[in-house]
């Protein structure tokens, strides 16, 4: 059972950051978004998920030096044990919720 109902943002940056695979720099992860949902994220909504996501303990984080070089650290995010749980939990819910329902969206085609 979950613990926390993840909001529908909060689901897309977590499977964002698991498309970005081992390496999910935080930037690398806005624009995976941002193509996927095919309009710009605001880094203040996205940030605040991230901090809103690890104090719910569905992701971390650490600095590293960029790969591209640079002065400044990047942050690199990882989905925990518990955020794949959440994401897993919530597709279930989903998935639930839509059983049965083709049939109706069809129907209602005219």
């Known amino acids: 059972m979950a613990r926390f109902q993840l909001g529908e943002f909060e689901q897309r940056v977590?499977?964002?950051?698991l498309r970005c695979g081992d390496d999910s720099a935080a930037a690398d992860v806005r624009r995976e978004l941002e193509r996927v949902l095919g309009r710009d994220v605001s880094r203040g909504a996205?940030?605040?998920?991230?901090?809103?996501?690890e104090a719910k303990g569905l992701l971390t984080w650490d600095l590293r030096k960029r790969r591209s070089g640079g002065d400044l650290p990047e942050r690199y995010l990882e989905v925990t044990r518990e955020g794949?749980?959440?994401?897993r939990e919530g597709r279930r819910a989903m998935l639930n919720m839509w059983r049965g329902i083709e049939p109706l969206l069809?129907?209602?085609?005219?």
Do not use: Q, S, V
């Open 14 to 17: 977590l499977l964002a950051i």
């Open 46 to 53: 996205f940030y605040t998920t991230l901090e809103r996501l």
């Open 84 to 87: 794949m749980a959440e994401l």
């Open 106 to 110: 069809e129907k209602g085609r005219r």
